[in-house]
C-alpha cells in the first residue's frame, strides 16, 4: 500500500473513509474510484496506486460506511455472501451523494489540479455511470458495470467523455443487457462502450479468478487515452522514449537509461526472450548484454512512429555489423563480421513520465540469412531484401512464392 487514508464529509452529515494515492509528482488530475461490493480492499488499493503511477491523484471512497465501515474483503465463499448482502441494502442514491461529495473533497486538496474524473468496476462501473449523470465530473470510465440497464435515461444527461468496458461471457450484464446499453449509446460519439470476447465479469481484478490479461491491457489503454484527453496530465511520449535510447545506444549509460523507467519496468526481445523484469534483473541484462554488448557501428533508422496514449510504436531499421557476440539477438553466435540489416519494431509502454515495459519483434530467420546460418534456398526466408523492401515498396513481391507465375493474367 503506497496511500493513506483521509476522512471525507457526507452531505448530510457524518464522515467516512477513503484511501488516497498521490504520484510521485505530488500533483496531478484527480480521480474518484469507486469500489466493487469487497469494500475498498487490496484490490482497489491496488489500482488505486496503479492509477497514481500514472500520474493522478486517487481517491477510493468508502461508500458502504453507512452500513458497517471500513469494510475490506476478499474472495472467500463467506465474504462473497456477506458481498452480496450489502449490495443487496446498498442505497444507491445515498452511494452517488457520497461520490460527489468525495469529487468536492478530492477538486479541494492541493494535490489535485483541478480535473476529476471518476472509475469504477463492477458496482463501482455501475455508479461511475451515474456519476457522469448526476455529478459535475470531467471523464468516466466503468468497467462491467452491473445493472446499468436498468438507468439507461439518466445516459441523456452524460456530457463528459465516458468509456464503458463489458466482458462477453458476464452473467451479471449478459448479452441482453449489454446490447440494450450499446444500442442506447451507439449515436453518441462522446460515451464508448466496448466489449471484450471470451473474457468474464472481473477479467480486470488481478487477484480473480477471471482475471485476463490481454483484455486488462486493452481496456486500461482505452480507459486512460479518455483520462488523458479530458484530464491530463499530457507527456510528451516521444521525447521520452528518444532520451531511453539515446542513453543505450549513445552514451552507453545504463544508470541514466534506468532512469527513465518505472520502479518494476520490463523488456521482452520476442523472437529470443531476451531482456528483464524488474529493476535488478533488467539492469544486469543492460549492463552485461544489451547496453555495452552491441557492435560499434549500430545504427537505428527510423522509419515510422506512432504514439497512443499510453504507448509509442516505433518501426526502424536496425543495422550492424556482427563483429562480436551479440548476447540478445544472437545468444552463442560467435562473430560472423557479416552486416546486418533488420526491420525491427518496438512497441514502448509507460506509466506516467516513465517507461514500463518494451516489446521488441523483429524476423531472427532473416537475421540468421544474412549472418550465412540459414540457407535462403532452403526455406521460404529472406536475407537483407526485406530491409531493402521496407524502404522501396516498388521492389519485387512474392519473390518466394514459387506458384506466383501461375496466377498471372487470373
Same mark, same amino acid.
Given at each position: 500500500?503506497?496511500?493513506?487514508?483521509?476522512?471525507? !464529509?457526507?452531505?448530510?452529515?457524518?464522515?467516512?473513509?477513503?484511501?488516497?494515492?498521490?504520484?510521485?509528482?505530488?500533483?496531478?488530475?484527480?480521480?474518484?474510484?469507486?469500489?466493487?461490493? *469487497?469494500?475498498?480492499?487490496? =484490490?482497489?488499493?491496488?489500482?488505486?496506486?496503479?492509477?497514481?503511477?500514472?500520474? =493522478?491523484?486517487?481517491?477510493?471512497?468508502?461508500?458502504?460506511?453507512?452500513?458497517?465501515?471500513?469494510?475490506?474483503?476478499?474472495? &472467500?465463499?463467506?465474504e462473497w455472501q456477506k458481498a452480496f448482502g450489502f449490495f443487496q441494502k446498498f442505497d444507491l442514491d445515498k452511494g452517488i451523494e457520497d461520490i460527489a461529495a468525495s469529487v468536492k473533497a478530492l477538486r479541494a486538496r492541493p494535490e489535485c489540479?483541478?480535473?476529476?474524473?471518476? #472509475?469504477?468496476?463492477?458496482?463501482?462501473?455501475?455508479?461511475?455511470?451515474?456519476?457522469?449523470?448526476?455529478?459535475?465530473?470531467?471523464?468516466?470510465?466503468?468497467?462491467?458495470?452491473?445493472?446499468?440497464?436498468?438507468? #439507461?435515461?439518466?445516459?441523456?444527461?452524460?456530457?463528459?467523455?465516458?468509456?464503458?468496458?463489458?466482458?462477453?461471457?458476464?452473467?451479471?450484464?449478459?448479452?441482453?443487457?449489454?446490447?440494450?446499453?450499446?444500442?442506447?449509446?451507439?449515436?453518441?460519439?462522446?460515451?464508448?462502450?466496448?466489449?471484450?470476447?471470451?473474457?468474464?465479469?472481473?477479467?480486470?481484478?488481478?487477484?480473480?479468478?477471471? *482475471?485476463?490479461? $490481454?483484455?486488462?491491457?486493452?481496456?486500461?489503454?482505452?480507459?486512460?487515452?479518455?483520462?488523458?484527453?479530458?484530464?491530463?496530465?499530457?507527456?510528451?511520449? !516521444?521525447?521520452?522514449?528518444?532520451?531511453?535510447?539515446?542513453?543505450?545506444?549513445?552514451?552507453?549509460?545504463?544508470?541514466?537509461?534506468?532512469?527513465?523507467?518505472?520502479?518494476?519496468?520490463?523488456?521482452?526481445?520476442?523472437?529470443?526472450?531476451?531482456?528483464?523484469?524488474?529493476?535488478?534483473?533488467?539492469?544486469?541484462? =543492460?549492463?552485461?548484454? *544489451?547496453?555495452?554488448?552491441?557492435?560499434?557501428?549500430?545504427?537505428?533508422?527510423?522509419? !515510422?512512429?506512432?504514439?497512443?496514449?499510453?504507448?509509442?510504436? %516505433?518501426?526502424?531499421?536496425?543495422?550492424? +555489423?556482427?563483429?562480436?557476440?551479440?548476447?540478445?539477438?544472437?545468444?552463442?553466435?560467435?562473430? +560472423?563480421?557479416?552486416?546486418?540489416?533488420?526491420?525491427?519494431?518496438?512497441?514502448?509502454?509507460?506509466?506516467?513520465?516513465?517507461?514500463?515495459?518494451?516489446?521488441?519483434?523483429? %524476423?531472427?530467420? &532473416?537475421?540468421?540469412?544474412?549472418?550465412?546460418?540459414?540457407? $535462403?534456398?532452403?526455406?521460404?526466408?529472406?536475407?537483407?531484401?526485406?530491409?531493402?523492401? #521496407?524502404?522501396?515498396?516498388? #521492389? $519485387? &513481391?512474392? +519473390?518466394?512464392?514459387?506458384?506466383? $507465375?501461375?496466377?498471372?493474367?487470373?
Open positions: 500500500m503506497a496511500g493513506s487514508y483521509i476522512n471525507v !464529509s457526507a452531505k448530510d452529515g457524518g464522515q467516512f473513509r477513503a484511501y488516497l494515492a498521490v504520484p510521485k509528482s505530488g500533483k496531478g488530475p484527480g480521480i474518484v474510484l469507486c469500489q466493487e461490493i *469487497f469494500g475498498v480492499n487490496a =484490490y482497489v488499493r491496488e489500482t488505486a496506486d496503479y492509477y497514481a503511477e500514472e500520474g =493522478y491523484v486517487v481517491l477510493a471512497p468508502d461508500l458502504f460506511w453507512r452500513m458497517e465501515p471500513n469494510v475490506d474483503m476478499g474472495y &472467500s465463499p463467506e489540479t483541478g480535473k476529476v474524473g471518476v #472509475l469504477g468496476h463492477c458496482l463501482g462501473g455501475k455508479l461511475a455511470y451515474l456519476t457522469a449523470a448526476r455529478v459535475d465530473v470531467d471523464a468516466a470510465v466503468g468497467y462491467y458495470g452491473v445493472g446499468i440497464e436498468a438507468h #439507461l435515461d439518466e445516459g441523456t444527461r452524460i456530457k463528459c467523455p465516458t468509456v464503458l468496458h463489458f466482458a462477453e461471457l458476464d452473467q451479471y450484464c449478459n448479452a441482453e443487457a449489454r446490447e440494450q446499453i450499446i444500442a442506447a449509446f451507439k449515436d453518441r460519439p462522446e460515451i464508448e462502450t466496448y466489449t471484450y470476447p471470451g473474457v468474464d465479469h472481473a477479467f480486470a481484478r488481478t487477484m480473480g479468478d477471471h *482475471f485476463n490479461k $490481454p483484455a486488462t491491457i486493452m481496456a486500461h489503454s482505452r480507459s486512460i487515452a479518455v483520462f488523458r484527453k479530458a484530464m491530463g496530465p499530457r507527456y510528451d511520449l !516521444s521525447a521520452l522514449w528518444d532520451a531511453h535510447c539515446y542513453h543505450e545506444f549513445a552514451t552507453r549509460d545504463v544508470a541514466a537509461t534506468m532512469k527513465t523507467m518505472v520502479d518494476q519496468p520490463y523488456v521482452n526481445h520476442i523472437p529470443t526472450m531476451t531482456g528483464g523484469v524488474g529493476q535488478k534483473d533488467l539492469a544486469r541484462f =543492460y549492463q552485461h548484454h *544489451f547496453v555495452n554488448n552491441n557492435p560499434a557501428d549500430t545504427k537505428l533508422i527510423p522509419i !515510422s512512429r506512432t504514439i497512443g496514449a499510453d504507448r509509442v510504436v %516505433d518501426e526502424m531499421l536496425f543495422c550492424f +555489423t556482427h563483429d562480436r557476440e551479440i548476447d540478445w539477438m544472437l545468444p552463442g553466435v560467435e562473430p +560472423t563480421g557479416k552486416y546486418v540489416e533488420i526491420p525491427l519494431v518496438a512497441i514502448v509502454c509507460f506509466r506516467g513520465d516513465k517507461l514500463y515495459n518494451e516489446h521488441i519483434y523483429w %524476423d531472427q530467420a &532473416s537475421v540468421l540469412v544474412q549472418i550465412g546460418l540459414i540457407d $535462403p534456398k532452403d526455406l521460404p526466408t529472406a536475407g537483407t531484401e526485406t530491409a531493402k523492401k #521496407l524502404l522501396d515498396e516498388k #521492389l $519485387p &513481391s512474392n +519473390t518466394l512464392m514459387k506458384r506466383w $507465375p501461375e496466377s498471372a493474367g487470373k
